[in-house]
């Protein structure tokens, strides 16, 4: 494996990201911890999604290298629920938006795969794949006409909204009833049991390749970092508050860097670096 480029940038520039890049001989994954939806916190030091994270990171620097997509998704599953007390573990199982939660994507040497669990994206040789949630597009479209509506009806400026997303405001109760279906009809690590046919697997070619690793926090992935920091650019400057060109769950809020975390990597593989 030969790393090209990588990059991590969090949303904030007062917070430590709450994505992660783990690189070891045999794996290269994206971390993404998810946003908590609740002031509930498991660990006293760390964000929910960024104790997930963090978790995750430190599991994939002890798995075997032959380990399975099968054996990947228990190991990790057991790792992040070891660290629920009882009385945490028994009402984190009907209150989902209180677990640790993260999305991962991981690329396996020995196996020649990619392991897309959760909401997270490659380009494999230029070709785009992505594993989304099955109902964020249609909160997203919800926030936008919540937002499109203030504007018209001039309650609200886009300003306004940088500082105080309404349209957010509005959905998170519908995101939350949304975590419900978490782990059953789309898959994270949250230290329940995953569900396999949730999980997407990618078998790479046997001679050679270009790979990009990224989290959800670049809304158009290109081929290089410097493409995609342009894209998101471009966006930030042109739909700041994620209504029209691309359109998301939260804006690009004042005084950040970005609408989300963001992660990067760019590799090459092939039987020279084996």
């Excluded at 790393?3 to 430590?16: G, P």
């Excluded at 795969?113 to 909401?119: P, R, T, V």
């Amino acid at each position: 494996m030969e790393i090209i480029e990588q990059s991590i940038t969090a949303k904030s520039k007062t917070t430590e990201p709450e994505d992660g890049i783990v690189i070891t001989d045999d794996f290269i994954a994206v971390i993404d911890g998810s946003t908590s939806k609740t002031a509930k916190r498991i660990s006293p030091q760390h964000s929910n999604g960024r104790y997930c994270m963090l978790l995750i990171s430190e599991y994939i620097r002890s798995v075997d290298a032959d380990i399975d997509i099968n054996g990947f998704c228990s190991g990790v599953t057991s790792c992040v629920n070891s660290v629920y007390d009882k009385d945490t573990k028994e009402h984190a199982k009907s209150h989902p938006e209180e677990r640790i939660t993260a999305s991962c994507i991981v690329f396996s040497k020995k196996r020649r795969e990619i392991w897309m669990i959760g909401d997270c994206q490659c380009l494999i040789d230029g070709k785009l794949y992505e594993n989304p949630k099955p109902d964020e597009s249609i909160l997203a479209g919800h926030r936008a006409e919540i937002i499109s509506k203030a504007l018209a009806e001039k309650t609200h400026t886009i300003d306004d909204i940088r500082n105080n997303d309404i349209g957010r405001k509005a959905i998170i109760p519908d995101m939350i009833r949304n975590m419900e279906n978490q782990n059953k009809t789309y898959s994270v690590v949250d230290g329940f049991p995953i569900p396999m046919d949730k999980v997407k697997r990618i078998s790479l070619a046997d001679n050679e390749g270009t790979v990009v690793l990224a989290s959800d926090g670049y809304p158009f992935l290109c081929p290089t970092l410097s493409l995609s920091e342009e894209a998101l650019h471009q966006q930030l400057t042109n739909d700041p508050l994620n209504i029209k060109t691309f359109k998301a769950t939260k804006a690009f809020m004042d005084g950040n860097n970005s609408f989300d975390d963001r992660t990067y990597i760019r590799f090459r593989y092939s039987a020279n670096y084996l």
